[in-house]
């Protein structure tokens, strides 16, 4: 997975993290927790406010 891949990251955290709340969540823990997820190969640094963003709303999205 890449950074653009915003719904299969939703869809990861959505499995790797069922008992958080999204909305609730900070953009360094979102980081550190895609970095975290099996499958993710992209460059730490090519991420930014709006790529985590992103993919805050699909994984609010993928959530309900």
């Known amino acids: 997975m890449k950074w653009t891949d915003t719904l299969d990251i939703a869809i990861a955290l959505v499995e790797a ?3 958080v709340d999204p909305t609730q969540v900070r953009f360094t ?3 550190r927790w895609v970095l975290a997820l ?3 190969s992209d460059d730490p640094n090519k991420s930014g406010e709006k ?13 309900d």
């Open 29 to 31: 823990d979102l980081h």
């Open 38 to 40: 099996e499958g993710f």
């Open 17 to 19: 993290h069922p008992e």
């Open 51 to 63: 790529i985590l963003e992103a993919i805050q709303m699909a994984w609010i999205d993928e959530a």
